[in-house]
């Protein structure tokens, strides 16, 4: 019999689970984080507002969805929406002056603007948790670069709640990408959950920020990719 001790769980196990990058506890934070976003990108007083702004076909996919389909689009294993730092500018890289951004909408209703703010803040907490317990995740997760989550991993609390305050920090996830939302929208809608988990694949893919004729050519390209990857629809692809 062996009698050695089991071994140590290592940081982020309490986060993850055993053999899941992207655990239940992740997994259930990002739901909470893309309810949250989904309802602010509803609203109708920030349909201007480019951080929950979509372009007219993809918010009228969402619109037209129903709240068991956005309780599934919400429980995608990948944020709804993407994060981005400012360039950091010498010793005080996100001080007031640097964040402050003419192009946040100046008349929203106080609870509207409580309620953006607290999920900008709440969303770059988990990120940071993340960055610093649960190497690769945000990457999965959050579709952040290398860099940006070595950055949030350093952050302490003061940076992230003067941060919070840039409005070019949140922004949906593939800004250009209308026929991967068309798809991901309608996956959500359908009763098929093989296609929905195929969607999650191809979402996994794709780049953040693509180029502009990305939106005609890239998914297709993907799919193909993933589909010779992984064996296409139905084949148990674990995203």
């Known amino acids: 019999m062996d009698d050695r001790p089991p071994p140590t769980p290592g940081p982020g196990t309490e986060l993850t689970g055993r053999g899941n990058l992207l655990g239940p506890v992740i997994r259930r934070d990002l739901a909470d984080l893309n309810r949250q976003f989904l309802e602010l990108s509803l609203d109708p007083s920030l349909g201007n507002d480019a951080r929950f702004c979509h372009s007219a076909a993809v918010r009228a996919g969402l619109a037209g969805c129903s709240a068991e389909a956005l309780e599934r689009l919400a429980l995608c ?13 010498g010793t005080a890289p996100f001080s007031a002056g640097r964040v402050a951004d003419a192009r946040m909408p100046q008349q929203l209703e106080i609870a509207t603007t409580a309620r953006c703010q607290s999920f900008v803040l709440l969303s770059l907490s988990v990120a940071r948790q993340l960055a610093d317990g649960v190497p690769l995740s945000p990457r999965i997760a959050l ?18 709640a003067c941060l919070a305050a840039w409005s070019g920090l949140v922004r949906p996830r593939w800004p250009r990408h209308d026929r991967y939302w068309g798809m991901l929208i309608a996956a959500a809608c359908g009763t098929d959950p093989e296609w929905l988990q195929w969607a999650h694949c191809v979402g996994l893919c794709l780049p953040g920020v693509p180029s502009a004729t990305a939106d005609t050519a890239t998914v297709p390209a993907v799919r193909r990719r993933a589909r010779f990857a992984r064996g296409g629809p139905g084949a148990g692809v674990p995203c």
């Open 143 to 160: 579709g952040v670069t290398a860099h940006v989550e070595t950055r949030l991993a350093a952050m302490g609390p003061s940076e992230l």
């Open 77 to 89: 294993p990948f944020s709804l929406f993407q994060l981005r730092l400012p360039e950091p500018m």
